[in-house]
């Protein structure tokens, strides 16, 4: 199994940057397609991107499209949330997640299909 650490939350002003990164440990990272999510208080937990096994390939929730990155390095078993442009509805817990696939294209967006989930970092956005 593996396991996901997530850092680079933070607090930061309307229109500023952030990344986050999500290292993994434990099992062969480009195994794993991975996601990021994010869920404000109250909220249920809410897509924010994908990315395929090899990065070939991504996808993005229409909220964030334009404003946020997903990339990964397998070199290093990370994977990263570049975040530009935020807005304080950015504001949320943001998690990575991953998931267990032989395809190197599928991407995942939906929250049960993940099998591994990160402890969360915090995200604020002031306005």
């Known amino acids: 199994q593996v396991r996901l650490v997530e850092s680079g939350g933070g607090l930061v002003q309307a229109g500023g940057s952030l990344r986050l990164s999500c290292a993994a440990s434990?099992?062969?990272?480009?195994?794993?397609?991975m996601g990021w999510f994010r869920q404000a208080p109250g909220n249920e937990r809410e897509f924010v991107a994908a990315i395929s096994l090899s990065g070939g390939a991504t996808y993005y929730a229409r909220s964030v499209k334009g404003r946020l990155t997903i990339y990964r390095d397998n070199a290093r078993a990370t994977a990263y949330l570049q975040m530009s442009s935020l807005k304080p509805e950015d504001t949320a817990v943001y998690y990575c997640?991953?998931?267990?696939?032989?395809?190197?294209?599928?991407?995942?967006?939906?929250?049960?299909?993940?099998?591994?989930w990160g402890q969360g970092t915090q995200v604020t956005v002031s306005s």
């Open positions: 997640a991953a998931k267990m696939t032989l395809s190197a294209t599928a991407v995942y967006r939906n929250v049960r299909s993940y099998d591994y």
């Open positions: 434990g099992d062969t990272f480009s195994r794993y397609a």
